[in-house]
């Protein structure tokens, strides 16, 4: 086998990917953020195991821990119920805890956007090791693909153009770690890669993640040219 | 003329936060909801540090306080 598959098969494989990746999982799919839960590898193992803990009390148990903890943070609700004293118009009372009284204006309108498209899907977070192996199939798969291809090869660079433009041996090198360490403080910073704005966050039509792939795509084509007008 | 600070309504969060279906659920949770995911969000212990990418406890309450499994007996 030689060449590239049809953009189309690529294409249908990541709809496959990323609709699999919410139906199975329920939460949508992006690859930076898995990569940081390696990162982050002794706390996330922390909060799996305390995930399992709180996963072996029964509904009610976790309700009367949340009810303890609710008297504690915000007192005894008033009267009316804490939902009549959220929506009053004047500033009220709320509780006698240890928690900050929020002005009234502060609260939002009833009927938020926070219900919206989640209340019958709860999340479901990912064991670190069902990510480890997500990672692992990464590279696998490209290997796997990559020899079907026939074009199995270890290299340090990434092309000959990439060679002509930024060096080669250390040189080069410096250059692949830098591109790394830019990209790994952009994702952080927008708050995903190109996968997770891209694939999943435009999929939703999130404003924010139409910005920053309009932004990926804008960059690179730049880039792109700027590089192609090199090389001419 | 008063200026206003734009933010969002409610946390983006939500959708991925483990505690925030059970918020939804119980009457008496929804003191959470509407102070925290609908309202002083940026002030979440669990959107701080989902916001910072790092790992979210379970456990953790928007107030920074882990749940105390102890009022249980367990």
New interface residues.
């Given amino acids: 086998m030689s060449g590239y598959l049809p953009w189309y098969a690529g294409a249908a494989a990541l709809a496959l990917v990323a609709v699999g990746s919410c139906i199975v999982a329920r939460?949508p799919l992006g690859v930076s953020?898995i990569l940081?839960?390696m990162v982050?590898l002794r706390?996330?193992l922390?909060?799996d195991r305390?995930?399992a803990?709180?996963a072996r009390?029964s509904e009610a148990?976790?309700?009367?821990?949340?009810?303890?903890?609710?008297l504690?943070?915000?007192g005894p609700?008033p009267p009316a119920?804490?939902?009549a004293a959220?929506t009053a118009s004047a500033a009220p009372a709320?509780g006698c805890g240890s928690?900050v009284l929020?002005p009234a204006a502060?609260?939002?309108?009833r009927g938020?956007?926070?219900?919206k498209?989640?209340?019958a899907s709860?999340?479901v977070?990912p064991s670190v090791a069902a990510h480890a192996l997500f990672l692992a199939g990464i590279v696998v798969g490209g290997f796997v693909a990559a020899v079907l291809r026939g074009g199995f090869h270890l290299t340090l660079d990434m092309g000959p153009d990439f060679g002509r433009l930024l060096g080669t041996g250390g040189r080069g090198l410096a250059f692949l770690a830098l591109g790394g360490f830019l990209a790994g403080m952009g994702v952080?910073i927008a708050?995903g890669c190109s996968t997770g704005h891209g694939l999943s966050g435009c999929s939703r039509l999130q404003p924010?993640s139409m910005v920053a792939t309009a932004t990926f795509l804008g960059a690179a084509m730049a880039v792109s040219l700027l590089l192609a007008g090199r090389l001419a | 003329m008063i200026a206003t600070a734009t933010r969002p309504a409610a946390c983006s969060h939500v959708a991925t936060c483990e505690l925030f279906p059970k918020f939804q659920r119980r009457a008496s949770l929804k003191v959470w909801q509407t102070f925290y995911c609908e309202g002083r969000f940026p002030n979440c212990a669990r959107y701080q540090l989902s916001l910072e990418g790092r790992p979210v406890p379970p456990n953790l309450l928007p107030n920074g306080r882990e749940l105390n499994l102890q009022v249980l007996g367990l």
């Fill in positions: 939460r953020g940081s839960r982050n706390a996330e922390e909060a305390a995930r803990a709180s009390l148990e976790l309700e009367r821990a949340l009810l303890a903890a609710t504690e943070a915000f609700p119920g804490w939902a959220a709320l928690e929020l502060a609260l939002p309108a938020g956007r926070a219900c498209g989640t209340c709860p999340a977070r952080t708050g924010a």
